[in-house]
């Protein structure tokens, strides 16, 4: 989506100064179009700014951003643009200045404590050419925190109840900052909105849910819902994925399908708006079944589901138990099939041998026939999972042996050994060694639990 222009620098007076200049300043808020993506006229744009050192030098990872986005999506708006900005009065002001003049909602969180460092309040008022002015209510609810607390108040304190002329405060029941509630008129006559939030996690969402949402509702804002759905895939790359789908990704009308893909899952993500959630269901339903039909097996799962789940309820399905040996992936497929509840007596539990004597104790594989064949082979492979399958008298049994050596340089890429034993014998592929280490365990042990599931499914080779 472009973004709308931006109110010009050449207005240090801040955006209503603009709105005042002989000079003017037009804003076109024409449809938009993000990507490629026509987005409806009346979808609200909004946009989130957090400010902090701490934020911008790495030492704190912003998770404020993520859940207002999701907040602000569940509501109907259109999150564009997240900024991260250090505690600079000048260079929170200009990106305030902004947001504000090409968003509908814009959010700012932190900096609204009473350190030297929280700048937010002078920053927002030089953006908009407007005096801190002191809020007799907020000042009064920051005296009441400390008497129920027994402490008294330090002057630097008064401090939090200045806000830009104005603004309407929003009572912070969980903290001494109070936040920001402002309506700023644009040069077109067109209003943004615009919330200043505490930075601390817990008082923002308080604040969000018990304040700011209800004061959006009754300004009429944020009357549509957006509902996501997301399918995950396996087993296909991410641009194998999208040529299987012509036209869906990223179409220009209907339901949004947007694309993701992480540690070797295809990550499909179906965005539909409507009035109420019955009706974002009802839109994204065919767009669910057609990726259905044209994916076909590799689609394993919805929502949270991993690979995990999927080969439970395929196990519970056909009334059939599994027991896993691992080497290479260190346990993980077991970690994660034993963290599924639904698992219980059908993932029946499994081995994890750090080095070959936990092959000959207790799977009992011989040491000279170890050697012969290479603790890499499928034959070893395929040797552990018949084993592990009669210790644990299971119907299938899953092996992920020894890794070869990870070698960048090499001409041709090694090969890891994967192996199953079910009821009519014993089968194993390879794969080739190319995968990162940092990734290689997680992506291994998603490719063996793949394995199970086509096999579970009857489409294995």
């Known amino acids: 989506m472009l973004g709308r222009p931006a109110f010009p620098s050449c207005f240090p007076g801040g955006i209503e100064q603009a709105g005042r200049s002989s000079?003017?300043?037009?804003?076109?808020?024409?449809?938009?179009?993000?990507?490629?993506?026509?987005?409806?006229?009346?979808?609200?744009?909004?946009?989130?700014?957090v400010t902090g050192d701490e934020i911008t030098s790495g030492q704190i990872l912003d998770t404020n951003s993520q859940w207002l986005s999701q907040r602000l999506e569940?509501?109907?708006?259109?999150?564009?643009?997240?900024?991260?900005?250090?505690?600079?009065?000048?260079?929170?002001?200009?990106?305030?200045?902004?947001?504000?003049?090409?968003s509908d909602i814009v959010l700012v969180t932190?900096?609204?404590?009473?350190?030297?460092?929280?700048?937010?309040?002078?920053?927002?008022?030089?953006?908009?050419?407007?005096?801190?002015?002191?809020?007799?209510?907020?000042?009064?609810?920051?005296?009441?925190?400390?008497?129920?607390?027994?402490?008294?108040?330090?002057?630097?304190?008064?401090?939090?109840?200045?806000?830009?002329?104005?603004a309407r405060a929003i009572p912070n029941l969980n903290g001494t900052a109070p936040g920001i509630d402002l309506e700023i008129v644009r040069p077109d006559g067109k209003k943004c909105r615009l919330f200043a939030l505490p930075g601390v996690p817990a008082e923002m969402r308080e604040m969000w849910i018990h304040q700011v949402l209800g004061r959006l509702r009754q300004a009429g804002l944020g009357t549509r819902m957006i509902l996501h759905r997301r399918l995950h895939a396996f087993g296909a790359g991410e641009s194998q994925i999208v040529a299987m789908l012509p036209g869906l990704i990223k179409a220009a009308e209907g339901p949004q399908v947007g694309i993701t893909a992480h540690?070797?899952?295809?990550?499909?993500r179906i965005a539909t708006e409507g009035p109420t959630l019955e009706a974002c269901q009802a839109a994204a339903e065919p767009i669910v079944q057609q990726i259905r039909q044209k994916l076909?097996?590799?689609?394993?799962?919805?929502?949270?589901?991993?690979?995990?789940?999927?080969?439970?309820?395929?196990?519970?399905?056909?009334?059939?138990?599994?027991?896993?040996?691992?080497?290479?992936?260190?346990?993980?497929?077991?970690?994660?099939?034993?963290a599924v509840p639904e698992g219980h007596g059908f993932y029946l539990g499994g081995m994890v041998v750090a080095d070959q004597a936990g092959l000959r104790q207790p799977l009992g594989l011989p040491e000279e026939w170890i050697a012969q064949h290479g603790v890499q082979s499928p034959a070893v492979a395929e040797e552990m999972a018949r084993r592990v399958r009669g210790l644990f008298h299971a119907d299938w049994a899953l092996a992920v042996p020894c890794f070869p050596p990870f070698d960048p340089q090499a001409e041709k890429p090694g090969l890891a050994a994967l192996a199953l034993a079910h009821p009519g014998g014993v089968k194993s592929r390879t794969l080739p060694y190319t995968a990162h280490p940092a990734m290689l365990k997680v992506l291994f042990a998603k490719h063996a639990m793949n394995f199970l599931r086509l096999e579970l499914l009857g489409v294995g080779g």
Not at 23 to 49: H, N, Y
Not at 156 to 166: W, Y
Not at 263 to 268: N, Q, S
Request: glycine share 12%.
């Open 296 to 338: 076909g097996h590799l689609v394993f799962g919805e929502e949270d589901e991993g690979l995990e789940h999927a080969v439970i309820r395929l196990l519970r399905q056909h009334k059939q138990r599994l027991a896993v040996v691992e080497w290479g992936t260190e346990g993980l497929v077991n970690r994660l099939l034993a």
């Open 23 to 49: 000079i003017g300043c037009r804003c076109d808020f024409g449809t938009l179009r993000a990507k490629g993506v026509l987005v409806a006229q009346a979808q609200l744009q909004a946009e989130i700014v």
């Open 74 to 102: 569940e509501m109907g708006a259109h999150v564009m643009y997240h900024t991260a900005v250090g505690d600079e009065v000048e260079a929170i002001a200009g990106v305030v200045r902004q947001a504000v003049g090409r």
């Open 110 to 166: 932190g900096g609204l404590g009473p350190t030297p460092a929280d700048v937010t309040r002078e920053a927002i008022a030089q953006a908009l050419g407007r005096k801190l002015v002191l809020n007799e209510e907020a000042l009064e609810s920051i005296r009441q925190l400390f008497a129920r607390r027994q402490r008294p108040m330090p002057p630097r304190n008064e401090k939090q109840a200045m806000l830009p002329e104005g």
């Open 263 to 268: 540690e070797g899952t295809i990550t499909l």
